[in-house]
């Protein structure tokens, strides 16, 4: 059924495996380098350019085509925009998962298949689908569902948990059933070793070397705050913007001695509120609220009942927490969460991210933390 699968190829290890074993399996098989991003930074380098570099010798080498598509303007409206009016507001957003959801499995996948005549698309993500990697069990009159990859400490269906699932049902994810080290054995196996010795990227893509307080500081001038302690009520401290802190992060104050932790930011003051200690129980809560829910597959419980059990993460690399969701509104726009266990540093602008065992249901985005346990007890 499937013959043409263009590959989002992306200069690493996990797409240019992706790339040959949709080849060995004998598929029409075309690269595709999506350019997001086009500013250099203050060093004089772009790690981008060395991306398309190396996407293009992982080309020659399997002897498949590569084209490259820009994605600059679309990346700049849709993630790199909402990304600096977030952090302008004091909200820490996720441009990984809005990435996904509008550029990689949205424009690239429309592109890929109206203009590239793609039967289906194929990325490097560890993650698997119940229509298998190489959409072996593709049925158009069934749900397709997003599943873990086998790998626990590399599984990205966090940060795939808004795509939609008209993409996923068209998405084949080869490597989704094998280990980072597998992976980089199979590497050296084919000739491809290079690029198992390429050191992976971390962090946000477009903020490359720098710290994030200098790259933050091209966008959004300084908007000098005080550092309050929520305890005392003092001022304790200065800072030079919200912008700069997120919920958890510890502060480092000049003239204090012992350590704080951001609790608040209040954007219509500047003001930072502070904890001493990063164990400090205004810190934990086990309660969330969220909105704006995007379901791959809505959970029928929350159809027929309004109200499902399941596990909830905020962070991709922390382990799964027990929690009840609650839709607080007719349309299911809004939703309040009760965990498990008190979690630290609920962050909004964060994603909450829902599963049911291996599956990944979808996400929405945090608008706060509900009391801390601190308040929840009294």
Not at 7 to 20: E, I, P
Not at 52 to 69: F, G, M, N, V, Y
Not at 266 to 278: F, L, P, R, W
Request: net charge positive; charged share 25%.
């Amino acid at each position: 059924m499937f013959r043409r699968i263009i590959v989002g190829v992306s200069g690493g290890v996990d797409s240019a495996v992706t790339a040959y074993l949709l080849k060995a399996r004998g598929y029409d098989v075309r690269g595709a380098f999506m350019k997001n991003w086009d500013l250099i930074d203050e060093s004089g380098y772009c790690s981008g350019e060395q991306d398309w570099l190396d996407a293009q010798k992982l080309c020659r080498q399997l002897r498949i085509s590569l084209e490259q598509i820009n994605f600059v303007k679309d990346y700049w409206l849709e993630v790199f925009g909402s990304f600096l009016k977030d952090y302008d507001n004091g909200i820490t957003p996720n441009p990984d998962i809005l990435c996904n959801r509008h550029i990689k499995f949205n424009l690239f996948y429309k592109y890929a298949r109206e203009k590239l005549g793609a039967d289906a698309i194929a990325t490097g993500h560890y993650a698997r689908s119940n229509f298998g990697p190489y959409l072996e069990k593709y049925d158009d009159q069934a749900d397709v569902h997003l599943l873990s990859g086998v790998d626990a400490i590399k599984d990205q269906t966090f940060f795939l948990s808004q795509i939609n699932s008209k993409a996923l049902s068209r998405t084949m994810f080869p490597i989704g059933g094998m280990t980072k080290a597998e992976v980089k054995r199979l590497a050296h196996e084919i000739g491809l070793g290079w690029f198992a010795k390429k050191k992976e990227s971390m962090g946000i893509c477009f903020v490359g070397k720098r710290t994030f307080q200098d790259f933050i500081a091209e966008y959004i001038a300084a908007k000098p705050g005080d550092f309050v302690d929520f305890d005392t009520g003092k001022i304790i401290g200065k800072h030079k913007g919200v912008h700069n802190w997120t919920v958890g992060q510890k502060a480092k104050i000049a003239g204090c001695l012992k350590p704080y932790y951001i609790f608040q930011k209040a954007v219509d003051t500047n003001t930072i509120y502070v904890v001493s200690g990063s164990d400090h129980p205004l810190l934990k809560t086990e309660m969330v609220y969220v909105e704006n829910p995007v379901w791959i597959n809505k959970p029928v419980e929350l159809v027929q009942r309004r109200l499902w059990k399941c596990h909830f993460r905020f962070q991709h690399t922390k382990p799964l927490v027990p929690c009840d969701i609650v839709e607080v509104d007719e349309k299911g726009d809004k939703l309040f969460v009760k965990l498990g266990k008190p979690l630290y540093a609920i962050t909004p602008g964060q994603y909450a991210v829902f599963y049911s065992q291996e599956e990944c249901f979808g996400s929405a985005r945090i608008v706060k933390p509900g009391p801390s346990i601190i308040y929840q007890r009294q």
